[in-house]
């Protein structure tokens, strides 16, 4: 059984930078993609980014394009998401999440995704 664990959340002022980590535990096949979601109080979980097993293919949401920037040490089986110029609303718990397959249908839809980490909080002052 796979295991994800986040870590790197915190509070930052708007205009700050935080990287995540999702750390993996246990051995993941090369079917799966990691996807990052986030979910604000009173909202839906909504997808970020994701990347494939090889990193070749990659996705993010239009809301995070050119801020954030997801990526991948395979050697230490976790995904990294660097997240730049934050801003208020981008305040929300950050899940990783592992899905079978890569293709854009697959790894935007939150529903695909079969495991799931704890969330890590991430705060974004003015």
């Known amino acids: 059984q796979v295991h994800l664990i986040e870590s790197g959340g915190g509070l930052v002022q708007a205009g700050g930078s935080l990287t995540l980590s999702c750390a993996a535990s246990?051995?993941?096949?090369?079917?799966?993609?990691t996807g990052w979601f986030r979910q604000a109080p009173a909202k839906e979980r909504e997808f970020v980014a994701a990347?494939?097993?090889?990193?070749?293919?990659?996705h993010y949401a239009d809301s995070v394009k050119g801020r954030f920037t997801i990526s991948r040490d395979g050697a230490e089986n976790t995904v990294y998401l660097q997240m730049n110029s934050l801003k208020p609303e981008d305040t929300a718990v950050y899940y990783c999440?592992?899905?079978?397959?890569?293709?854009?249908?697959?790894?935007?839809?939150?529903?695909?995704?079969?495991?799931w980490g704890q969330g890590t909080q991430v705060t974004v002052s003015l």
């Open positions: 246990g051995r993941t096949s090369s079917r799966y993609s």
């Open positions: 990347i494939s097993w090889s990193a070749g293919t990659i």
């Open positions: 999440a592992l899905v079978r397959g890569f293709s854009i249908t697959t790894m935007t839809n939150r529903d695909n995704y079969d495991i």
